[in-house]
């Protein structure tokens, strides 16, 4: 009877021991799972904030490296024009003055080009009559020297490389040479009576 008591006793307490056995085993279980969760939870902080620290750090030194190599390719290039300018001085001199003789030569042709052309058709400068367009200068020879037969010369002066004529100048040259030439005299009082006589003619029309 006392056997079977304790019988009782023991299988009780055995059941109590795998309860309390699988009670422990899942709060352990739970356990480990929190445990991991927070390590992973604090793998991935860490890796972010690692991540964040690199890409500041690069960013940091990257442009300081852009700085330091552009500063080095600056003073490269600019002791390579120092150089260059020191070995070509001369010639950048010569083409400077080159240049402003050109300049110069140019402005003194506009406004001596009268001068210029007298001497190159034999014209008296008082001969010459600037128009502009379509022709620069008419040029009337010997009309000052009463012994000379005169001569009328259309002239085009052309500053440029090219002695290309527009088409208009085409036309006042194609003109000339065709002949198309008239001296003509008109008498202003029979301008100003023609003219009269059309207003009188349209006046009559409104009658």
């Known amino acids: 009877m006392l056997g079977e008591f304790f019988a009782g006793i023991s299988f ?9 056995i699988v009670y422990y085993s899942r709060k352990v279980s739970q356990l480990n799972r ?3 969760e927070v390590q992973l939870n604090a793998q991935q902080q860490a890796q972010q904030i690692a991540q964040q620290m690199f890409q500041t750090w690069v960013q940091q030194h990257s442009q300081q490296l852009r700085q330091q190599i552009e500063q080095a390719v600056k003073q490269q290039y600019e002791a ?4 260059w300018k020191q070995q070509n001085e001369q010639a950048i001199r010569k083409d400077a003055i080159a240049r402003s003789v050109n300049t110069l030569l140019g402005r003194i042709g506009e406004e001596f080009a009268p001068l210029l052309l ?3 058709y034999q014209v008296n400068p008082k001969d010459f009559r600037h128009l ?4 620069d200068y008419i040029a009337f020879k010997g009309l000052s020297d009463d012994n000379v037969d005169p001569e ?4 085009e002066v052309k500053s440029g490389k090219s002695n290309a004529l527009t088409e208009r100048e085409r ?3 194609d003109a000339i040479r065709n002949g198309k030439v008239r001296y003509e005299v008109v008498s202003l009082n029979d301008l100003i ?7 009188n003619e349209e006046i009559n029309k409104m009658d």
């Open 80 to 83: 390579q024009l120092e150089m």
């Open 152 to 155: 009328v010369i259309f002239i």
């Open 171 to 173: 036309k006042v040259r």
């Open 118 to 120: 007298a001497d190159k």
């Open 12 to 20: 009780i307490l055995l059941i109590i021991l795998i309860v309390v």
């Open 132 to 135: 502009g367009s379509p022709v």
């Open 34 to 36: 929190r445990i991991s």
């Open 193 to 199: 009576g023609e003219v009269q006589k059309k207003i």
